[in-house]
């Protein structure tokens, strides 16, 4: 079983839909949870991290942090074509430096 | 600083070839990491520096891959007699690194490889 899971997808919706994106994970040490967008033959770009438990929103994104479900999400509000790109999700924890990455989540934003 | 860069971006190599690929880190950036991307998978986790020193190797390194980065600054990864196996995107990124707290990574846009 992998560390962290991640439906591939790919996801289709229509410009203006919200987004949800999860990734579960099996080791509790992980303290640092990303989310990154990977574009076409680019590297992954950081959208945003949370640390520990909770919630974070930065303009359209939210991502969300269970713990004890060992569940963390990311939504995306008024979807645009901007936003077709793949969705990896990752996670550390605090004294290491290997993160580790889902294994991504096409998104597919259809105007 | 235009960021992380990697060269170069593509690489065909017949089997059993040696390749190198290169990495020029953001300026100043301390941290270094080199990971692989498979088609359809995200990426995994190869090596890390912290300046000059290697501090962290993945089982997934085998005898064949070796990397350095002299003088704490650009840093090569080498595989050794290639396999087709080895056919993916290498990422490398950097971050400046402090004790505790998070620092984001920056990626290049990577080093895809293929072994015909």
């Known amino acids: 079983q992998k560390e962290v899971e991640q439906d591939p997808g790919p996801l289709s919706v229509p410009e203006g839909a919200i987004v949800s994106l999860n990734c579960t994970y099996s080791n509790s040490a992980f303290q640092y949870f990303m989310w990154y967008r990977q574009y076409s033959r680019k590297g992954p770009e950081l959208l945003m991290y949370?640390?520990?438990?909770g919630n974070k929103e930065d303009g359209r994104f939210t991502a969300q942090v269970d713990k004890s479900s060992k569940y963390i999400s990311l939504f995306i509000r008024d979807s645009q074509p901007s936003d077709s790109a793949t969705y990896l999700c990752a996670m550390r924890d605090t004294g290491g430096f290997k993160t580790i990455f889902g294994a991504g989540t096409r998104l597919f934003v259809k105007a | 600083d235009t960021g992380v860069s990697q060269n170069p971006r593509h690489k065909i190599t017949k089997r059993g070839q040696n390749v190198t690929f290169r990495c020029d880190p953001i300026s100043e950036h301390n941290r270094l990491y080199w990971y692989r991307q498979t088609l359809g998978q995200g990426p995994e986790f190869l090596t890390y520096?912290?300046?000059?020193?290697?501090?962290?190797k993945s089982r997934l390194l085998s005898d064949r891959f070796s990397a350095e980065r002299p003088k704490g600054s650009f840093s090569t990864l080498e595989i050794q007699r290639t396999e087709q196996g080895d056919s993916a995107m290498y990422l490398c990124a950097s971050s400046l690194g402090r004790d505790g707290g998070f620092t984001e990574a920056f990626f290049g846009q990577g080093t895809r490889l293929t072994v015909v």
């Open positions: 520096f912290q300046n000059e020193a290697q501090l962290e």
């Open positions: 949370t640390y520990s438990s």
